[in-house]
């Protein structure tokens, strides 16, 4: 995070690609548009959280980005301060929908680019998400994310809910290497793993579901 900046300074992990994320940050599942707005103008203009995750499919992007465009607006906190997350759901995973989706994705949140872009689950389904399309594999996936990250509409991309074989194949393949994996961990699901591959490839590890989660 910018050194001039009335943010206060957290620990940050180093991506692979030099790109510094904040280790703490606001998760937006389940948060109703009452509910995220004022836990975004709490979380960033008061406890000053210097992170959000979102996703398309929790339906607060918007909300999110009106948000943060005022606050943004008012001078005091900058764009660069805030590392913003969202992910693309099954049915925009296709390479032939994800460029699409993701500039949706960046209207919505009033930004122009994002800082992490996920795939959120290692799945594609057909565009009214309707029925798996077993003909796109993950290794397609990626190929549609790093096509992403090539046009400079997201400054990392990774993976959520991937198994480690999965991440291992797109390791194997990839142009550009995962820069950040999310996947849920917590004390009686610690997916040792999952961890052991993803330090081994220099990939970050995000958790969710970390103190327990009323969803899961």
Not at 53 to 62: K, R
Not at 101 to 127: G, Q, Y
Not at 148 to 159: E, H, K, P, Q, S
Request: with cysteine; proline share 5%.
């Amino acid at each position: 995070l910018r050194s001039d900046s009335a943010m206060p300074s957290f620990p940050t992990l180093k991506l692979r690609n030099g790109l510094d994320m904040p280790v703490i940050g606001l998760g937006t599942w389940q948060s109703t548009n009452d509910d995220v707005r004022l836990a975004v103008e709490v979380a960033i203009a008061q406890s000053h959280y210097p992170l959000i995750d979102t996703a398309e499919i929790y339906g607060n992007e918007q909300i999110i980005g009106d948000v943060l465009h005022k606050i943004f607006a008012e001078g005091t906190i900058k764009r660069e301060d805030v590392f913003i997350t969202t992910k693309l759901w099954p049915n925009n995973l296709h390479p032939d929908r994800s460029e699409a989706a993701t500039r949706e994705c960046l209207k919505r949140l009033r930004i122009e680019r994002v800082d992490l872009l996920l795939a959120h689950f290692p799945v594609v389904t057909d565009a009214d998400d309707k029925e798996h399309d077993p003909t796109v594999t993950v290794e397609d996936i990626w190929r549609g994310l790093e096509s992403i990250y090539d046009m400079n509409l997201a400054r990392a991309i990774g993976v959520s809910n991937f198994t480690v074989d999965q991440i291992e194949r797109i390791m194997k393949i990839a142009v550009w290497p995962i820069h950040n994996a999310q996947n849920e961990i917590h004390l009686y699901y610690p997916q040792h793993e999952l961890a052991e591959v993803c330090k081994k490839r220099g990939i970050t590890l995000t958790s969710y579901g970390t103190l327990g989660s009323p969803g899961r």
